[in-house]
């Protein structure tokens, strides 16, 4: 047999199998094999190679063991007199395979070959040929040289610019996206080192082939695509991390301890730089929308002040300083916190919840107002033209920005919602008939069902992958069958999830499954319930603002709250302790010292949930459900409800 191409895929099903469509039709001219090693994948890739490909030799790990085992794996049951690595998001010519079998075959100083690569748009991949990684070829790329003297023979060493593109060269590195290896040669220097978990590990097997005797060469009479960052996403801080830490692990095991010494000078340096460049961009991407409303508002206040001080006093200084120093900042404060539990500043972008936060928020100054004494009271038409202002202004520059091709800016509802189901197949069905009956903007990817099965049509993987089922598929809402998923079936997962932004709904057996809403006063009938974990980041900070605002509240209004209570000394205590972070205000139905291990953990509560229906007494079942709901579906407004509710038992 004259080639072995192995193929290690993670995620990319699409692009693999563009990839095979190619290699097969390269196949006609020489005698060989595919070797398919999927590193886990959730996409689909297992049930397409077995539906398109079932010649494909197929090795389907449990777990991403990294690219470096994943070769191992397959070189391990090739049969070919070469081994062919390439990746999966390439496509070759028909005469790839046959051009390099030959050259090979008349080199027989060659151990190893690689071709012309470009990418998407038909560039060329300077990768293609590379060279060493010494300490000053790493300076000089690392440090952008090589990007600014692209020709330099000193300066761009690592990609070799002074190599024309267009003719065969040795040269010292070849790219592990198309590398033929001699079969003999790895016989004798034996695979990939599998210290490297991804990147790094092309650059020394390329290394220990010359260390044998043998030239690695560049072969540029035929060309190949590679998409370059479909696999591997080399637009990332991982990526940067994982390739400068294979840089490290090459020099430690191949330099002298000087040399090594100096490119981790080097590069420490530049991982560091990037991550503070990552993390800028994460920190500018999270304050963007809150300091440019601040300075909206308050542009907005310098204008309203002076308008209607002449509208109604006639007069431009009516107002004191204070009010615009102290006063509108204030303002501001709360209609930016109104946004914030809103779910304004989320991404995409929702016009809907900025305007209800933004009357939230005035809502929330125009009680305070009312509870201030008249010296400090300014005027409510301010207030008014405030949330006027800041609707108008807000939604206006959002409609402006989001004209400019940025997750930043991006509008929802531009785009389909992806959602998938967690169900058995026949559950599945029903659920996916009737939400596509109702024509919403939804796209139903695919199922996953609860009991770990993995085939199926429709079906994206087990329950186990889903963190990475929601990455890859770009999800942003899962439905849970009631049928198939037990309720802390559905904890455990939403826990799991609770740092990643996706929406939960629940589909339950009855009737139609897109009818009634979450309730804990009437629990167990729900149909389709949108689920809010109290696990999630912005419900437990929500819950901590609600905890200290009333209890402050509670405090600056003690001589009215003492009248009302039943117990003041343990209100007393208890205002502090929920100041202390030891209490809550509501929190789940049970007795204290006891500790509920299957829902999110939470403090102990002064009120729980059965208070709403003033019930002292239920049976285990119906405490446990009210619970489970509770913790799934959280609300400030249910807080809220319960705490007015039985304001009297606060002392309690």
Not at 536 to 549: A, C, E, G, T
């Amino acid at each position: 047999m004259d080639i072995s191409i192995i193929i290690v895929s993670f995620n990319v099903r699409y692009f693999l199998e563009s990839c095979l469509y190619s290699v097969y039709k390269a196949l006609t001219e020489a005698e060989g094999e595919v070797i398919v090693v999927d590193n886990n994948s959730v996409d689909g890739t297992i049930p397409m190679l077995t539906h398109k490909f079932p010649e494909v030799k197929l090795i389907a790990n449990k777990e991403n063991l990294g690219f470096a085992k994943a070769c191992n794996q397959g070189i391990a049951i090739a049969r070919g007199r070469y081994v062919l690595l390439l990746n999966p998001d390439t496509l070759i010519e028909e005469t790839t395979l046959i051009r390099s079998i030959r050259f090979m075959d008349e080199h027989p100083d060659g151990g190893a070959l690689g071709v012309k690569m470009i990418d998407g748009k038909g560039k060329f991949l300077p990768e293609s040929k590379r060279a060493l990684p010494t300490p000053l070829v790493a300076f000089y790329k690392i440090f952008g040289l090589a990007r600014l003297f692209p020709a330099s023979k000193t300066f761009n060493r690592y990609y070799l610019g002074h190599l024309d593109e267009n003719e065969t060269h040795p040269v010292e590195v070849l790219t592990g996206a198309f590398m033929m290896i001699r079969r003999s040669v790895l016989d004798k220097i034996g695979g990939m080192d599998e210290d490297y978990f991804m990147y790094g590990e092309d650059i020394d097997l390329s290394y220990r082939i010359m260390q044998a005797g043998y030239r690695n060469y560049y072969f540029p009479e035929t060309t190949i695509v590679h998409y370059k960052g479909e696999s591997t996403k080399k637009g990332s801080l991982n990526y940067v991390i994982l390739f400068y830490k294979a840089m490290l692990i090459f020099a430690g095991k191949h330099f002298s301890p000087q040399r090594a010494g100096f490119i981790s000078l080097l590069i420490r340096p530049a991982i560091y730089m990037r991550a503070a460049m990552s993390a800028g961009k994460r920190v500018v991407s999270v304050v963007f929308w809150p300091l440019l409303d601040i300075v909206l508002l308050y542009a907005g206040y310098l204008l309203l002040i002076p308008f209607w001080e002449q509208v109604k006093f006639h007069s431009t200084y009516y107002y004191p300083p204070e009010f615009r120093q102290i006063v509108v900042p204030a303002y501001i404060l709360i209609w930016i916190m109104g946004i914030w539990f809103s779910g304004g500043y989320r991404k995409p972008v929702r016009l809907w919840y900025v305007v209800r936060g933004l009357l939230a928020g005035m809502v929330a100054i125009l009680v305070i107002y009312a509870l201030l004494p008249v010296q400090l009271r300014f005027s409510r038409a301010l207030i008014l033209l405030g949330t006027g202002w800041g609707i108008l202004a807000g939604i206006s520059l959002r409609l402006l920005f989001s004209l400019i091709p940025d997750e930043l800016f991006a509008l929802a509802g531009k785009h389909l919602k992806k959602i998938i189901i967690i169900a058995c197949e026949k559950e599945y069905k029903r659920i996916s008939r009737f939400l596509k009956q109702l024509g919403l903007p939804i796209d139903i990817v695919g199922y996953v069902p609860p009991d770990e099965r993995k085939n199926g049509e429709g079906i994206l993987g087990t329950t186990s992958q889903l963190p990475e089922i929601v990455k890859i598929h770009h999800i942003r809402e899962i439905i849970f069958s009631a049928i198939d998923s037990e309720s802390n079936q559905i904890i455990r997962t939403m826990n799991r999830l609770s740092g990643i932004p996706v929406e939960f709904k629940v589909a339950l057996p009855e009737g139609s499954p897109i009818v009634g809403s979450s309730s804990v006063e009437r629990p167990g009938e729900l149909y389709l319930v949108e689920l809010n974990a109290i696990s999630q980041v912005r419900n437990r900070l929500k819950k901590k603002v609600l905890d200290i605002s009333l209890s402050l509240l509670f405090l600056l209004l003690l001589p009215v709250m003492l009248i009302i209570m039943k117990n003041r000394k343990k209100f007393i205590k208890n205002c502090v302790d929920i100041l202390k972070g030891k209490k809550t205000w509501v929190s789940y139905c049970r007795k204290e010292g006891e500790n509920i291990t299957e829902l999110p953990d939470l403090p102990l509560g002064v009120l729980c949930p059965l208070n709403l229906a003033d019930i002292s007494f239920a049976g285990a079942d119906v405490v446990q459900n009210i619970n489970q709901t509770y913790a799934r579906n959280y609300h400030v407004s249910l807080d809220l409800k319960i705490i007015f509710r039985q304001i009297r038992k606060l002392g309690s």
